[in-house]
């Protein structure tokens, strides 16, 4: 397998030089940019299997980038440098397709592997499941920017949480997540919170759409790791 | 404003308008010449009670003014305190983000630099690996300590979940998680749970399950952490007028009287704290968690003798 090109963005030189050095040591082709239009044009030219962007940046930020990206038809995923927190933000997020977030500051080895995990979900050409306005999976539909939830057709409720939850697990199909994974997912950042915050809203998924834990078709509880979304999940289109 | 002096200029009014009108009246019935007289036929008694009770009739009304008065100026002025407290609040917030803003670069290119000084650890030899040990150790100290300060902004101003929250479980979810965590690390610890059945169980709470717990969590681990291994750790739940309270009592050194009032501001550690692991924000985080969810959380302490932590959250 060939290295994978990734196309760092960050205003700060001294961020850009040593994750640049950290992500060339662990076997990937980087390049540099500075700000949002330095990037859009070593794009063009360069062709990177993955962009990672910082958000404030001059001239052009990373918003911006991706939203400049999406607009031409360009699917090349991004990780935006940045917290995913509040539903409004969630739903932006969603607007400019972004592939994952990670908050600064984090452990250099985080961003390694989740750029390794954008990777592998991404289809090359094909948007990614975080863009889908509706996710459906068998007899189970999600309107992600309504937050309403179908099964067999039949419409069900699932509290706030529950229902991002469901969100993260089904744009994240067949990966296991750690609860600590998940209540970060949650909640935009780290929550010193009991792993049972996490169980107690998958069982309310099982409950709500009838999912049995012992034969799930949607959540899968993989012993003493985490869960996973196991069924098969494409994208919807809104009737 | 303006509604404000009406409500006030208006029973002026009523008040002065007989007596212009009889002004009025009189002026009226002498420009006529006539001399006019009245005759009343009370008997003194009688006479001498009305003067009497007009006459207190006239002083209540006063002091009732004053009293009306006094009382718009206590409104005035606590609305004011609260609204300076808020500002204080905004502008605290504020500060929170600009730090987390100024520092989240610093320390992101820290620790992406820091892994490049040395690719291969076991190249280094005994003093330069725990000189590497140390810088990375505080780059990820400091790294946590943005976050934190940021969850706290952050905190204080996104929406909550409003849903259903057995307060007695989240209890029982705390303790059991420290209680396991204690015995994990060697250390069993006694902690009595006291929580009402009779008459009725604690009461419901609105609001965000996940941030009680940590706020009850938060409290618990203090106790712990702040009185000795063999000392119990009581915590009782009760509930007063539509109030829900859980009071963590630990029998520790307690907070020096000079302490008390700053513990629940950011950063703060006493001197107890010194030498025992901890960021300084756990009971900021409370304090946060209680104001959200229109309740409080204050302490009581006696150093020698312990401390007692009370929240308070309004009843469903």
Same mark, same amino acid.
């Given at each position: 397998?060939?290295?994978?090109?990734?196309?760092?963005?960050?205003?700060?030189?001294?961020?850009?030089?040593?994750?640049?050095?950290?992500?060339?040591?662990?076997?990937?082709?980087?390049?540099?940019?500075?700000?949002?239009?330095?990037?859009?044009?070593?794009?063009?030219?360069?062709?990177?299997?993955?962009?990672?962007?910082?958000?404030?940046?001059?001239?052009?930020?990373?918003?911006?980038?991706?939203?400049?990206?999406?607009?031409?038809?360009?699917?090349?995923?991004?990780?935006?440098?940045?917290?995913?927190?509040?539903?409004?933000?969630?739903?932006?997020?969603?607007?400019?397709?972004?592939?994952?977030?990670?908050?600064?500051?984090?452990?250099?080895?985080?961003?390694?592997?989740?750029?390794?995990?954008?990777?592998?979900?991404?289809?090359?050409?094909?948007?990614?499941?975080?863009?889908?306005?509706?996710?459906?999976?068998?007899?189970?539909?999600?309107?992600?920017?309504?937050?309403?939830?179908?099964?067999?057709?039949?419409?069900?409720?699932?509290?706030?949480?529950?229902?991002?939850?469901?969100?993260?697990?089904?744009?994240?199909?067949?990966?296991?997540?750690?609860?600590?994974?998940?209540?970060?997912?949650?909640?935009?950042?780290?929550?010193?919170?009991?792993?049972?915050?996490?169980?107690?809203?998958?069982?309310?998924?099982?409950?709500?759409?009838?999912?049995?834990?012992?034969?799930?078709?949607?959540?899968?509880?993989?012993?003493?790791?985490?869960?996973?979304?196991?069924?098969?999940?494409?994208?919807?289109?809104?009737? | 404003?303006?509604?404000?002096?009406?409500?006030?200029?208006?029973?002026?009014?009523?008040?002065?308008?007989?007596?212009?009108?009889?002004?009025?009246?009189?002026?009226?019935?002498?420009?006529?010449?006539?001399?006019?007289?009245?005759?009343?036929?009370?008997?003194?008694?009688?006479?001498?009670?009305?003067?009497?009770?007009?006459?207190?009739?006239?002083?209540?009304?006063?002091?009732?003014?004053?009293?009306?008065?006094?009382?718009?100026?206590?409104?005035?002025?606590?609305?004011?305190?609260?609204?300076?407290?808020?500002?204080?609040?905004?502008?605290?917030?504020?500060?929170?983000?600009?730090?987390?803003?100024?520092?989240? %670069?610093?320390?992101?290119?820290?620790?992406?630099?820091?892994?490049?000084?040395?690719?291969?650890?076991? $190249?280094?030899?005994?003093?330069?690996?725990?000189?590497?040990?140390?810088?990375?150790?505080?780059?990820?100290?400091?790294?946590?300590?943005?976050?934190?300060?940021?969850?706290?902004?952050? $905190?204080?101003?996104?929406? $909550?979940?409003?849903?259903?929250?057995?307060?007695?479980?989240?209890?029982?979810?705390?303790?059991?998680? $420290?209680?396991?965590?204690?015995?994990?690390?060697?250390?069993?610890?006694?902690?009595?749970?006291?929580?009402?059945?009779?008459?009725?169980? !604690?009461?419901?709470?609105?609001?965000?399950?996940?941030?009680?717990?940590?706020?009850?969590? %938060?409290?618990?681990? %203090?106790? !712990?952490?702040?009185?000795?291994?063999?000392?119990?750790?009581?915590?009782?739940?009760?509930?007063?007028?539509?109030?829900?309270?859980?009071?963590?009592?630990?029998?520790?050194?307690?907070?020096?009287?000079?302490?008390?009032?700053?513990?629940?501001?950011?950063?703060?550690?006493?001197?107890?704290?010194?030498?025992?692991?901890?960021?300084?924000?756990?009971?900021?985080?409370?304090?946060?968690?209680?104001?959200?969810?229109?309740?409080?959380?204050?302490?009581?302490?006696?150093?020698?003798?312990?401390?007692?932590?009370?929240?308070?959250?309004?009843?469903?």
């Amino acid at each position: 397998m060939t290295a994978p090109r990734v196309l760092l963005v960050d205003d700060e030189e001294a961020i850009r030089d040593g994750l640049a050095s950290f992500l060339t040591r662990s076997g990937m082709e980087v390049e540099t940019a500075g700000d949002g239009e330095a990037a859009l044009a070593l794009h063009a030219r360069w062709r990177p299997d993955i962009l990672v962007c910082d958000v404030l940046m001059p001239r052009l930020d990373g918003r911006s980038v991706v939203r400049r990206l999406r607009a031409a038809g360009d699917w090349t995923p991004v990780v935006l440098l940045t917290q995913v927190g509040e539903s409004s933000e969630r739903s932006a997020a969603l607007e400019e397709g972004a592939d994952d977030y990670l908050n600064k500051p984090f452990d250099p080895q985080e961003l390694h592997a989740r750029v390794r995990a954008v990777l592998r979900r991404a289809v090359p050409g094909e948007p990614p499941l975080v863009s889908a306005e509706r996710l459906v999976s068998g007899d189970l539909v999600l309107d992600r920017t309504a937050r309403r939830v179908w099964v067999a057709g039949r419409e069900v409720m699932l509290t706030p949480k529950a229902s991002l939850l469901l969100d993260y697990l089904m744009t994240h199909p067949d990966e296991l997540h750690t609860r600590e994974r998940l209540l970060e997912a949650l909640w935009g950042f780290e929550l010193a919170v009991s792993s049972r915050a996490v169980d107690h809203r998958v069982a309310e998924i099982r409950r709500v759409l009838g999912d049995d834990a012992a034969a799930p078709r949607y959540v899968e509880t993989v012993q003493s790791l985490g869960y996973r979304f196991c069924g098969a999940v494409q994208r919807g289109v809104r009737p | 404003m303006s509604d404000a002096r009406g409500r006030r200029v208006g029973p002026l009014l009523a008040a002065l308008l007989p007596g212009l009108l009889g002004l009025l009246a009189a002026g009226a019935l002498l420009g006529s010449g006539r001399s006019l007289r009245v005759v009343v036929g009370a008997p003194l008694p009688v006479a001498v009670a009305t003067v009497g009770l007009l006459v207190t009739a006239a002083a209540l009304a006063g002091a009732a003014l004053a009293r009306g008065r006094r009382r718009a100026v206590a409104v005035a002025a606590s609305a004011a305190e609260r609204a300076g407290r808020e500002d204080e609040r905004a502008a605290h917030r504020r500060f929170l983000l600009r730090l987390d803003h100024e520092m989240k %670069n610093p320390v992101t290119a820290m620790r992406a630099a820091l892994p490049g000084v040395a690719p291969d650890r076991t $190249l280094l030899d005994a003093g330069q690996a725990r000189a590497y040990d140390t810088l990375e150790q505080q780059a990820v100290r400091l790294s946590g300590l943005v976050a934190e300060l940021r969850k706290l902004a952050e $905190l204080e101003t996104r929406p $909550l979940d409003q849903e259903d929250v057995d307060l007695a479980q989240v209890v029982q979810d705390a303790v059991a998680d $420290l209680g396991d965590q204690a015995a994990a690390s060697g250390v069993a610890r006694t902690i009595t749970v006291t929580l009402p059945r009779a008459p009725w169980p !604690l009461p419901h709470v609105r609001g965000d399950a996940d941030l009680l717990y940590l706020a009850v969590h %938060n409290l618990v681990a %203090n106790a !712990l952490k702040f009185s000795p291994a063999d000392s119990p750790v009581e915590v009782r739940g009760s509930d007063d007028d539509g109030v829900v309270v859980v009071e963590v009592a630990d029998s520790g050194a307690g907070i020096p009287e000079h302490e008390q009032a700053a513990v629940f501001d950011e950063l703060v550690r006493g001197e107890q704290a010194r030498g025992i692991p901890g960021s300084g924000l756990g009971l900021a985080l409370v304090r946060v968690v209680a104001q959200r969810h229109g309740g409080t959380v204050t302490l009581r302490s006696r150093p020698g003798q312990g401390t007692s932590a009370r929240l308070r959250l309004p009843a469903v």
